[in-house]
Each structure stands twice: as C-alpha cells, then as structure tokens.
C-alpha cells in the first residue's frame, strides 16, 4: 500500500486563467444566448395568449428592448461587478418575470367569461348555419351562464350602454356592474375580447 503525498510544489493557476479542460464562456457568447433566450420567452408568453384578446405587443416589445440592452451589459468584459448585477436583475425581470406575469394576468375572471360567452355564441350561430353571430346569440348565451349584456342599470346611471351594438359590454353577474369586459364579433364569427 503507497503512501504517497500529494505534491504540493506544483504551482498554483493564476489569476485569471481558465485551468485546461475547462472553457470559459466569453462575456459576448453569454450575452448573445441570454438575448436569444429573451426572445424566446417573449415570443412563447405572448403567443400563450388567447388569439382573441389583446397581446400588448407594444408594451411586450419594449420590455424586450429594455431586457435585450441589459443582456448587452452582459457584454462588457470590464464592466464593473454592480454594472453586471444590475444588468442581470434587469435581464430577469423583463426577460422573465414581466413576459411570464404578463401572460398570466391576461385572463382575468371578467375576460374568461366574456370567452366562455364568445364560444358559446359563436357555436349558435354555426348551428343555425348563420354567417354572423348577432346580438341576440351573445345575450343568450350571456344569460344561460348568469350574467348579462350592457351596464348595469341604476338609480345614478339609468341608460344602459352597450347592449345593442358592437362592441358589447358582458358581465359575469346579473346584478353586478364592474368588472366587465367588450365584446365583439369581427368578420362575423371572428370574436375580440379586450377590458373596457
């Protein structure tokens, strides 16, 4: 049995140096796959959405540009170690978390029942052979689930609004007003649901 001891006269790797076997990532490679990552994950988040409601594709294409500049801080072999952090916590709050929230808080239970109406509406229409879904298939259907068409009538606001034309207003509850949603039917059968 050998007891040999390790030899401790070898020279220790510089400062600096990658020892061999081991690849360094350059600052320019990491920043590129963290761009390309962003771009990714903007493109799944908004496409997640339903097709029928408004993606924000202004709001989600800034916060690219923000999370694109702070992969370029990324970039910089020299930059200081507080200019890295900042870029990183930038890159992951709008490469990630705004992308991901963003997506998630695109249906709330207003624009899930003005949907669930919008199928059902749309599947009257196509069974009466009807090109169009009118009005009256959207007020069916808005009422078999429990809610309504048009704002709430009260004492201090006793006209009704958008319960006759397009966009219409669709609660969830008959006898409760906000939140609501609008809906409206493009092209005949082509529904759009946005917060209103």
């Not at 076997?21 to 988040?45: D, E, K, Q, T, Y």
């Not at 200081?80 to 709008?94: D, E, N, S, T, W």
């Not at 906000?178 to 946005?194: I, M, N, Q």
Request: hydrophobic letters at 50%.
């Amino acid at each position: 049995m050998s007891s040999e001891l390790p030899n401790t006269d070898a020279e220790p790797p510089e400062a600096g140096v990658v020892p061999s076997g081991v690849r360094a990532v350059s600052p320019n490679a990491r920043a590129a796959i963290a761009a390309v990552a962003c771009v990714v994950i903007a493109l799944v988040a908004a496409l997640a959405v339903d097709s029928r409601l408004d993606r924000h594709w202004i709001i989600r294409g800034v916060t690219l540009l923000v999370a694109l500049a702070c992969a370029a801080i990324l970039a910089a072999d020299n930059a200081r170690k507080a200019r890295l952090i900042i870029g990183l916590v930038g890159l992951v709050m709008f490469g990630v978390v705004f992308p991901a929230t963003s997506t998630t808080w695109s249906q709330p239970p207003e624009i899930k029942f003005a949907l669930a109406v919008a199928d059902d509406a749309k599947a009257a229409a196509e069974k009466q052979s009807a090109s169009t879904v009118t009005i009256a298939d959207v007020k069916a259907a808005a009422e078999a689930r429990g809610g309504a068409i048009g704002t709430l009538k009260t004492d201090r606001s006793p006209t009704i609004r958008g319960a006759d034309a397009y966009p219409l207003i669709i609660r969830a509850k008959q006898d409760q007003g906000r939140p609501w949603s609008c809906l409206s039917f493009e092209h005949g059968l082509t529904a759009k649901v946005r917060a209103c």
